[in-house]
């Protein structure tokens, strides 16, 4: 495995054979089991697989979630070794973004609503940074997880937008026994508050278990009430699977989106309940 620190070293290990296919990560390290399983299947569909960790700045709206977002990069490098993946991507801010030529896209209102709403700029530094790693890597598949399931609406539509020839693989979230997504914030919680955590996933099951197209606005305040009694939400909502939308189509797939805060950390989740 090559861990490379700079566009030189990186486009010299990614000469490969060209009718070898890449996998491409991205990650912001601090990586844990839901990482390693989208590395997992890169390695599986690709014959060179890259994972780039980089904590992108452009994506926080909050300074201070930004300073103190979790660096473990030594772990990260000995958990990837073990891997065996071929190649890993730890930039620096000012190489990647130096000749950045920024695009648009029309996100049919996508990045408006739920992360969108809640953190402002958030999608368009995710848009920015990944547009940046796709023409520099230049992937055949690229894997995302179903916990950032908002985020991979978005990469797809970059995607078709302007690089005809990547696929965009959604991947299952991976959980810890309790039912509660694994995240890299979760580092920042004692036990007892991962266990508190839980009933995120549990909340969610609820909602799956009773929801109805009659009474969604109803389960969406059951459900927000639910999480104030352990926790700071800032959202809960059963929102269009393809469109995030609220309107209401009973033939198509819905989805509950959550965000809290439990003493600061803040996490998301979701869940297809329908
Ligand atoms: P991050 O490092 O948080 O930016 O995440 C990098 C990638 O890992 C994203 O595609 C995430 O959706 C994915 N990911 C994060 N947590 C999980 C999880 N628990 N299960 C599966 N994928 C995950």
Redesign the pocket.
């Known amino acids: 495995m090559q861990v490379v620190y700079n566009f030189k070293e990186l486009n010299k290990a990614l000469k490969i054979e060209s009718n070898k296919t890449i996998g491409f990560?991205?990650?912001?390290?601090a990586l844990h089991d839901?990482?390693l399983?989208?590395v997992r299947l890169s390695m599986q569909k690709s014959d060179f697989t890259v994972v780039s960790i980089f904590i992108n700045p452009t994506q926080f709206d909050n300074p201070s979630d930004f300073i103190n977002y979790p660096v473990t990069l030594e772990n990260d490098v000995s958990l990837l070794k073990k891997c065996n993946i071929d190649l890993v991507f730890i930039p620096e801010f000012k190489e990647l973004y130096q000749n950045e030529k920024k695009i648009n896209i029309p996100l049919n209102g996508l990045d408006q609503v739920l992360e969108g709403n809640h953190r402002k700029g958030h999608f368009n530094g995710v848009i920015r940074v990944l547009n940046i790693f796709f023409q520099l890597i230049k992937p055949r598949y690229v894997?995302?997880?179903?916990?950032?399931y908002q985020?991979y609406l978005i990469v797809n539509l970059l995607a078709e937008n302007h690089f005809n020839n990547i696929e965009i693989i959604l991947?299952?979230?991976?959980?810890l026994q309790t039912g509660l997504?694994?995240?890299?914030r979760n580092i920042k919680l004692n036990l007892e508050q991962q266990k508190i955590a839980s009933k995120i996933f549990q909340t969610l099951n609820y909602c799956k278990k009773h929801f109805s197209f009659s009474k969604i606005n109803e389960l969406e305040k059951i459900c927000f009430d639910k999480l104030k009694d352990f926790s700071d939400p800032e959202y809960f909502e059963i929102r269009n699977s393809i469109t995030l939308s609220k309107e209401i189509k009973k033939s198509e797939k819905y989805r509950a989106f959550v965000a809290i805060k439990l003493s600061n950390v803040r996490l998301i989740d979701n869940l297809a309940i329908n």
Do not use: N
Not at 143 to 148: L, N, R
Not at 171 to 175: A, D, E, G, N
Not at 181 to 184: E, L
């Open positions: 990560v991205p990650t912001m390290g839901g990482h399983s989208l894997f995302f997880g179903e916990k950032d985020q991947c299952p979230t991976i959980r997504a694994m995240s890299s």
